[in-house]
């Protein structure tokens, strides 16, 4: 097994985005029957819930493959690491609406976002309306 070069940097599982053909349809779907409590939506895109802690599912209508961000302290630095530990940089840095992102693949092809939250976390109110950012994590709201 080759030498870990530094300590673990991915924090949890910020969210999956799943793409949907109708963000409705799939409202009904994960929200209605499946339970999951709607947090934050665009028109384009919505957040929901996965169970207590604060990873999402997130429903777009972006023509994208489904897509797995790891939330981790820096963007940058923690793409530096998975490159330097056998992982490959695809593409980055970008911005995201909470921070910066880099798309990064695994020796076995499995692409993944790194992504920080270094503008902070998205600020709603109670109908999941986005106000903005909040420096506190969703946990501690």
Known sequence: MAEIKTSPQI?????????????????SF?????GLQLVW?????????LGDSGAEIVLTLENIPMEVDLLVESAESSAVWFAENGGKIILGPFETPIGNGY?????????FVLLDAA???LKTDAEGNI???????PDDK
């Open 41 to 49: 939506h665009t028109e384009g895109a919505v957040g929901l819930r």
């Open 30 to 34: 994960y929200r209605d029957r499946l």
């Open 103 to 111: 798309l990064v693949e695994d020796p076995w092809k499995n692409q």
């Open 131 to 137: 106000l903005g950012n909040m420096t506190v994590a």
């Open 119 to 121: 503008k902070g976390f």
């Open 11 to 27: 924090k949890q599982i910020d969210c999956i985005r799943i793409r949907v053909a109708d963000l409705e349809k799939g409202l």
